[in-house]
């Protein structure tokens, strides 16, 4: 196939792009700069330069494609704007992809958030590939369920022709070349001299290694059935306190429990509080049994063992 990929340099998009390569398939990359698109053609895809902002660029990529990944987002908007206007800039994308591919059958695969259907805590169990993306309010402005209209959307598409689908992230996805939660709580326990946990820790959070989730957008794009969500799902729910026990010990510090009342701003997770409050167990089970997919990486806390996350200084 011709795969438009977006996103291509980030974290999961390098390395979806050697594994749509690796399987016989020809790759496109969007690059709005000379550096990306070094980065690029450095993993072996072709380069079209533009951004997520020239709409007619994106449909005229797709269209000349047999198929979409779209895993970039608007990481410049979060400063001044916050998820909202990050979410805001994606929908347009969403719907310019649904305008070149209606009608055709080609697949969509776009990233989403482990946590769009809401927290295990309130589910009571869980959360699963059939649980849709919860609609978000006001008094969601500023989280991650502000992009759920995005999910929503891209699920929407399979109406019009488009075999669209959604890979949920777990907010752990752990590599060599993590930039993201993990990194930062490691950050956060050698500034303060502990590593924290909220309550009693016992909330449980999912987490997937980098080149397991490159192996499920794969598969998405290949067989996946329109209309669908997909969880990326190794560790389906580690408590909290057993990563914040896992960096201490690695870092020859105690973990230490936050209370309730110091948890909000300016207390020890800052603006993380929101996120490492939440419980976000899900499963895998359907995406597994639909599509095959078997996580062959190592675990997070595994993961944690090799020492790409704790450097000897």
């Known amino acids: 196939m011709r795969v438009f990929v977006t996103g291509g340099t980030g974290h999961s998009g390098s390395y979806i792009i050697p594994e749509l390569i690796a399987a016989g398939h020809e790759v496109t990359s969007l690059a709005r700069s000379d550096t990306s698109a070094a980065a690029v053609s450095a993993l072996g895809a072709k380069v079209r330069r533009g951004d997520l902002q020239d709409l007619d660029g994106l449909k005229e990529a797709a269209a000349d494609s047999d198929g979409v990944i779209h895993v970039a987002h608007r990481q410049d908007l979060l400063p001044s704007g916050g998820m909202d ?16 591919l209606a009608g055709t059958g080609k697949p969509l695969v776009a990233a989403g958030s482990i946590g ?20 978000a309010g006001d008094e969601h402005k500023g989280t991650l369920r502000a992009r759920n209209v995005v999910e929503a959307a891209v699920i929407g598409l399979a109406e019009r022709g488009v075999r669209s689908s959604v890979v949920r992230i777990p907010p752990v996805m752990h590599s060599t070349t993590d930039a993201g939660f993990l990194p930062a709580l490691i950050a956060l326990a050698k500034v303060k001299g502990f590593a924290g946990y909220p309550g ?56 230490v429990s936050i209370p309730a009342d110091e948890l909000m701003l300016p207390g020890y997770f800052g603006f993380l509080t929101a996120a490492v ?12 049994r639909t599509l095959g997919w078997e996580p062959a990486l190592p675990g997070l806390l595994a993961d944690l063992d090799n020492g790409h996350y704790f450097p000897a200084n």
């Open 116 to 135: 769009s259907p809401g927290n295990g805590g309130n589910l009571g169990r869980p959360a699963t590939e059939e649980d849709p993306a919860l609609p």
């Open 85 to 100: 206007a990050v979410a805001a800039a994606e929908l347009p994308v969403m719907l310019a992809y649904g305008e070149a």
């Open 277 to 288: 409050t939440l419980d976000l167990s899900a499963s895998s089970l359907i995406t597994r």
């Open 200 to 255: 009693d820790g016992a909330n449980l959070w999912g987490a997937v290694h980098v080149r397991d989730v490159a192996s499920l957008f794969r598969l998405a794009l290949e067989k996946g059935p329109a209309g669908k969500c997909w969880h990326a799902i190794g560790d389906g729910g580690i408590p909290f306190r057993e990563i914040a026990e896992a960096i201490g010990s690695r870092l020859g510090l105690p973990a």
